[in-house]
């Protein structure tokens, strides 16, 4: 006992944690049982926070008032985060919203003590398991190195010592605490992977749980290598912004690790292992074949596939312009109505001028539809617009991405393309006026 205290002692002082509050997350089982028991042996001050999610009714309530007798009993802070009745199925993985839950409330009591830690109890045993469970859901090197002792305020003082080794603690100094019985259950994969495949694996490979960690601590050095060698470049795609990417296929090929680069490079965007596998297809695939997931499109465009947040696409939806009686704005563009003669020198791709006497109102601004069809400026008859979007050679991405302004079948412009010839404007004519804005533009 007296060497694992000197331990936490040590591992408090290098991470500058002299007298300063401690939050001490505490559930009444075990682990937070002994880690609060062996902080109380330190001279700083703790605050420990209990989480009542209220899952398992009247054994939750019970939990809650154990934890805040112990600390009556030792005259520590008790700070309580009743979630009683909060949780719904419409909120999603139950653990993932526990696990936010918790947090947030830690980070609270963080700011609120003006506390310099957040000690949680993860021990030798849920470090073997995490990179177990991270290599068995897709995670790369970043992921399998497992949890940090230290980082971002996260304490945990006891990720080194080994389950056994915390039983006989916890026997010798008779420390009482309060079994969850949910962790019995085989409800969460944590729980399968902690009840039926760590006992196989204590079968067939005994002290494997060392070996993993072991590895991970391999693990981390080589994925600092990789981040600081490897991953600094990033000549083979451009952010256009934070929803929006192009990967350079011809500057990939061209690099050593081509596999690993792009699955960081989605890992960081969160795509999943599966993903990653049908984005990778990808790279042998045809011209115009996609994948989508809930969040991201990503699409093959010749020499280069487009990421885009499927947020970013355009909508279906038909958007409706009334006449303007003063400057009004549309999506990315700025509508007026003017006199032709102050214009007709900045007519380009981004200002165009639509004859007002030409046109019907409302005027609808909406996708193309099959059959569409309009007359380009200074032709005599007319063409498909889908006809018109291939001359322009366009890839998919931006053909998608395609409005047409109409009334009454008549197809007056296609955005930021082409102007129908019976929208042509003269000298003294009453004209539409459509600008494009950009982003540093307000109006």
């Not at 839950?101 to 995490?130: C, K, M, P, S």
């Not at 809930?294 to 696409?313: M, P, Q, S």
């Not at 322009?392 to 412009?413: C, L």
Request: charged share 25%; aromatic share 10%.
């Amino acid at each position: 006992m007296n060497a694992l205290v000197k331990h936490i002692r040590d591992a408090a002082q290098e991470h500058g944690i002299t007298s300063q509050p401690v939050v001490v997350a505490v559930s009444g089982g075990r682990d937070s049982m002994l880690l609060l028991y062996l902080l109380r042996q330190l001279p700083i001050q703790l605050i420990v926070a209990h989480v009542n999610y209220g899952l398992r009714e009247q054994a939750s309530a019970e939990d809650a008032l154990f934890v805040a007798a112990y600390c009556e009993r030792h005259g520590l802070r008790f700070e309580l985060l009743n979630l009683s009745g909060q949780y719904h199925p419409s909120l999603g993985n139950l653990q993932v919203w526990a696990r936010n839950q918790r947090y947030t409330f830690f980070n609270q009591l963080r700011q609120q003590y003006g506390a310099v830690a957040i000690a949680v109890a993860h021990h030798h045993e849920d470090q073997a398991e995490t990179i177990l469970y991270q290599f068995l859901r897709g995670g790369g090197l970043a992921a399998m190195r497992g949890m940090h002792d230290w980082k971002n305020g996260i304490w945990r003082p006891l990720l080194g010592v080994q389950d056994s080794e915390m039983s006989r603690l916890v026997r010798e100094e008779r420390i009482e605490f309060r079994q969850d019985e949910s962790n019995l259950k085989n409800t969460y994969t944590r729980n399968r992977i902690r009840n039926k495949v760590s006992p196989l694996l204590n079968e067939i490979a005994p002290g494997w749980q060392h070996q993993l960690t072991a590895r991970g601590q391999m693990i981390s050095e080589v994925e600092q290598y990789m981040h600081e060698v490897v991953l600094s470049d990033r000549t083979w795609y451009k952010e256009v912004d934070s929803d929006h990417y192009i990967i350079d296929l011809s500057a990939l090929n061209r690099l050593p690790l081509m596999r690993y680069r792009l699955w960081h490079f989605l890992d960081s965007l969160t795509f999943s292992a599966s993903c990653y596998e049908e984005i990778w297809n990808l790279l042998s695939a045809g011209n115009g074949r996609f994948f989508e997931n809930k969040k991201w499109h990503v699409l093959r465009e010749r020499e280069h596939i487009r990421i885009v947040a499927r947020l970013r696409e355009i909508e279906d939806r038909v958007l409706s312009l009334e006449l303007p009686k003063e400057p009004i704005t549309i999506g990315q563009w700025r509508v007026s109505v003017t006199l032709f003669d102050d214009v007709q020198s900045r007519l380009s791709s981004e200002v165009v001028a639509l004859r007002l006497s030409s046109l019907s109102f409302p005027i609808a601004i909406r996708k193309p539809q099959e059959g569409d069809r309009i007359q380009p400026f200074g032709m005599v008859g007319t063409k498909l617009v889908s006809r018109v979007l291939i001359s322009k050679k366009m890839e998919q991405f931006e053909k998608s991405n395609v409005k047409v302004w109409s009334s009454d079948q008549m197809i007056y412009w296609i955005e930021g393309l082409v102007v129908n010839e019976r929208c042509r404007a003269q000298q003294g004519d009453r004209v539409l006026l459509i600008e494009k804005m950009h982003d540093n533009e307000t109006f």
